[in-house]
Antibody
Framework: QVQLAQSGAEVKKPGASVKVSCKAS????????INWVRQAPGQGLEWLGR????????RYAEKFQGRVTMTRNTPLNTAYMELSSLRSEDTAVYYC???????????WGQGTTVIVSS | SYELTQPPSMSVSPGQTVSITCSGD??????ASWYQHKPGQSPVLVIY???TRPSGIPERFSGSNSGNTATLTIGGTQPMDEAEYYC?????????FGGGTKLTVL
């Protein structure tokens, strides 16, 4: 079945970068967009952007423009999200999510906790 | 930027029907999706394209979207339905989530 397996938890200092991976199984990652969504403690879901793994086309939320980079390695069937210039407000659980339906994200990774602390 | 508004919390008795609303400017002209999110778990898609249930989602979940409001209705609510529910749409190729509604079943 379709699964998205994310990399493990990270602890970073302010100003550093973090790169989270999302390995797909049960389907070919180039078939559907991969979105990245986060949830900060006590907050709702927030969209960071999406990657079209087929052509590499990306679309980032305006809030993260200049700080986020989404890429993929098609032979590894894996997508990546890198967030730079980390600050404490970036402490959150980061999810990758596949969009295989016309509007919704139908498969989600298990989440990666990123803690930004000095 | 586009915004979606949900009530922060709602409560329902087991076996009853509850409707969660999501408001946005001309939302009915877009497609709405709904996610169920329980603590410590990943979100689950329960409705997409306004009213379509993914495979494995119980029939008690239904959706509609018209005018400025999308609605998620849970009929015969069960204790396992207690969760945060988020609506989501696409605006100019950008995903937008509502603030979430915490549903308590008591």
């Amino acid at each position: 079945q379709v699964q998205l397996a994310q990399s493990g938890a990270e602890v970073k200092k302010p100003g550093a970068s973090v790169k989270v991976s999302c390995k797909a199984s049960g389907y070919t990652i180039t078939s559907h967009d991969i979105n990245w969504v986060r949830q900060a403690p006590g907050q709702g879901l927030e969209w960071l952007g999406r990657l079209n793994p087929n052509g590499g086309d990306v679309r980032y939320a305006e809030k993260f423009q200049g700080r986020v980079t989404m890429t993929r390695n098609t032979p590894l069937n894996t997508a990546y999200m890198e967030l730079s210039s980390l600050r404490s407000e970036d402490t959150a659980v980061y999810y990758c999510a596949r969009r295989a339906t016309p509007s919704g994200m139908d498969a989600w990774g298990q989440g990666t906790t990123v803690i930004v602390s000095s | 930027s586009y915004e979606l508004t949900q009530p922060p919390s709602m409560s329902v008795s087991p076996g009853q029907t509850v409707s969660i609303t999501c408001s946005g400017d001309k939302l009915g002209d877009k497609f709405a999706s709904w996610y169920q999110h329980k603590p410590g778990q990943s979100p689950v898609l329960v409705i997409y394209q306004d009213r379509t249930r993914p495979s494995g989602i119980p029939e008690r979940f239904s959706g509609s979207n018209s005018g400025n409001t999308a609605t998620l209705t849970i009929g015969g609510t069960q204790p396992m339905d207690e969760a945060e529910y988020y609506c989501q749409t696409w605006d100019s190729n950008t995903a937008v989530f509502g603030g979430g509604t915490k549903l308590t079943v008591l």
